[in-house]
């Protein structure tokens, strides 16, 4: 197996955007992982990128500045939150498939990268998520931030439910989860909409999506999973000129402990 193509696309891609970072976090921390590497095109998708790339950085901001001292990135690729939102005290902890993760581990320590992340292999269709988190050292008495960014669509139903619910099952009082869901409008077909939208993708035959659905239908997904969404952000609606309809960026937390839905600014 080879490293996720569409990983290293989207983090290339990323590279190039004007983010933020902590005061003791790298902000070329991108640049220097996606060192070497060949980027695709990700064309008509990079206005729903930078959306996406703004919510999840401004959740993470918002979250440590709240308190949370770990942060899970479920899907991570070449995700440089761990460098480039370094925090004392904060752990963060990546799961994403072996040869994606081997490869990541190399362009890590050749970038002699200190307080880098915790990285850990899973293949999400068959692995125990809840027991991978315990056994890399994630504490599910202390509250969390979740990221499954650009991951469920790459899901089939059957498998998402599964890892939100084993999320939940190591989400402390206090957790959130953050997630971007690829949706389409009430009255289609969804595996319509899926033969489409692969069409249209130039990787979609290693790398399909799986799981496009109506907003209503993935919110309904996560409350079956013991999540009840908080705050709900049309990726149109971040200014990047992302189509609308298509990726909704939420929050939830665990059902009994509903918070305020304002929660980190989007």
């Known amino acids: ?11 290339v891609t990323r ?10 976090g790298d902000p070329e921390a991108q640049r220097r992982l996606c060192e070497g590497m060949r980027g695709g095109n990700i064309g008509r998708l990079l206005p729903s990128l930078a959306a996406r790339t703004r919510f ?40 994403d498939h072996p040869a994606t993760q081997a490869d990541k581990a190399q362009r890590l320590t050749a970038m002699n990268a200190a307080n880098g992340p915790v990285l850990a292999p899973a293949d999400f269709s ?12 994630h504490d599910p008495g202390q509250r969390s931030l979740f990221i499954c960014e650009g991951l469920l ?8 439910l599964r890892l939100l619910t084993a999320l939940r099952a190591r989400a402390a009082a206090g957790s959130t989860l953050a ?8 009255g289609l077909d969804s595996a319509r909409v899926l033969d489409v939208a692969n069409s249209r993708r130039p990787n979609s035959a290693a790398e399909p999506w799986v799981t496009i659905l109506p907003a209503a239908a993935h919110l309904d997904l996560l409350t079956r999973a013991g999540w009840q969404p908080a705050r709900s952000v049309d990726a149109a609606e971040l200014g990047t000129g992302a189509e609308p309809g298509r990726s909704l960026l939420v929050t939830a937390h665990p059902a009994e402990d509903a918070r305020n839905p304002a929660g980190p600014a989007a």
């Open 126 to 137: 068959r692995d125990d998520v809840s027991g991978v988190l315990a056994a890399c050292g």
């Open 15 to 24: 590279s190039e955007f004007a983010r933020p970072h902590s005061a003791s």
């Open 1 to 11: 197996m080879t490293p996720s193509r569409t990983s290293q696309t989207v983090a």
């Open 153 to 160: 669509v790459y899901l089939d139903q059957p498998t998402c």
């Open 179 to 186: 997630a971007s869901l690829a949706v389409h409008s009430d």
């Open 56 to 95: 999840f950085d401004e959740q993470v901001i918002g979250e440590i500045s709240a308190g949370t001292r770990q942060v899970v990135i479920l899907g991570a690729g070449y995700d440089d939150r761990a460098l480039r939102f370094r925090t004392t005290g904060v752990r963060f902890f990546e799961l």
